[in-house]
């Protein structure tokens, strides 16, 4: 029985896994559209310099943010190492949460040209 219950330990779960796939290319396709909007914003700007920081600085606090806080949930136990949606819920809102505070420092760091 104890034979049984470890090799089952090593066996992948189906749902988990299609689930893993599924989640992967969504997360690509919303890095796409993320760079081609930032590309967009840069484009568009009349301070083209100023745009290209701005648009790093906010990828960078995404980034950073997300890892942090899917980190700390899952240090912490809020969430299991195992639970991607889970972790992935909450590194989506630490990344979008350090976004905001990224544009707001920066917005006050370099402030928009006035005409």
Same mark, same amino acid.
């Given at each position: 029985?104890?034979?049984?219950?470890?090799?089952?330990?090593? $066996?992948?779960?189906?749902?988990?896994?299609?689930?893993?796939?599924?989640?992967?290319?969504? /997360? $690509?396709?919303?890095?796409?559209?993320?760079? &081609?909007? !930032?590309?967009?914003?840069?484009?568009?700007?009349?301070?083209?310099? $100023?745009? @290209?920081?701005?648009?790093?600085?906010?990828?960078?606090?995404?980034? #950073?943010?997300?890892?942090?806080? /899917?980190?700390? &949930?899952? !240090?912490?136990?809020?969430?299991?190492?195992?639970?991607?949606?889970? @972790?992935? &819920? #909450? !590194?989506? @809102?630490? /990344?979008?949460? !350090?976004?905001? *505070?990224?544009?707001?420092?920066? *917005?006050?760091?370099?402030? $928009?040209?006035?005409?």
């Amino acid at each position: 029985m104890f034979k049984e219950i470890i090799q089952a330990s090593g $066996r992948p779960d189906e749902g988990v896994m299609r689930l893993a796939q599924q989640l992967g290319r969504a /997360g $690509r396709r919303l890095l796409l559209v993320s760079l &081609a909007v !930032a590309a967009y914003d840069v484009v568009e700007a009349d301070d083209k310099p $100023r745009e @290209v920081m701005r648009q790093g600085a906010l990828a960078g606090a995404g980034l #950073i943010g997300g890892w942090a806080a /899917g980190s700390a &949930a899952v !240090a912490v136990g809020v969430c299991a190492a195992t639970a991607p949606v889970c @972790v992935g &819920a #909450i !590194a989506f @809102v630490g /990344g979008l949460l !350090a976004t905001y *505070g990224a544009e707001a420092g920066f *917005g006050s760091l370099y402030p $928009r040209p006035t005409r």
